[in-house]
């Protein structure tokens, strides 16, 4: 299984930026799929999350500007981030808990990262 994510940038600081994140190969299906991010010198942290039902869930940080959603007969997960700010530069990370058979437990499965800078 991989996770290939794209539509990190450069960005002025009001500006917004849509992350897209693709999972391929043996799928079964997929649960929980997040996005994370890792600012320099800090702890990732969880960004959003969306259930396979379409239930979002958004960190304190990014609630009203960022926004999740998930096409499950695609296997994609996008990040519409809108008025980003200078704290919002990181590497961000997409994630999925996916079943490669009917028979197997979710496991979690990470893309590589993009990177994303806002300006002031």
């Known amino acids: 299984v991989q996770l290939q994510a794209s539509g990190g940038g450069l960005v002025q600081a009001g500006g917004s930026l849509r992350l897209s994140c693709a999972a391929s190969g043996s799928i079964s299906s997929i649960g929980q799929m997040a996005w994370y991010r890792q600012a320099p010198g800090k702890q990732r942290e969880m960004v959003a999350v969306?259930?396979?039902?379409?239930?979002?869930n958004y960190a304190d940080s990014v609630k009203g500007r960022f926004t999740i959603s998930r096409d499950n007969a695609k296997n994609t997960v996008t990040l519409q981030m809108n008025s980003l700010e200078v704290e919002d530069t990181a590497v961000y990370y997409c994630?999925?808990?996916?079943?490669?058979?009917?028979?197997?437990?979710?496991?979690?499965?990470w893309g590589q990262g993009t990177l994303v800078t806002v300006s002031s």
């Open positions: 994630n999925a808990a996916v079943m490669t058979t009917s028979r197997s437990p979710y496991r979690d499965y």
């Open positions: 969306v259930t396979r039902a379409y239930m979002p």
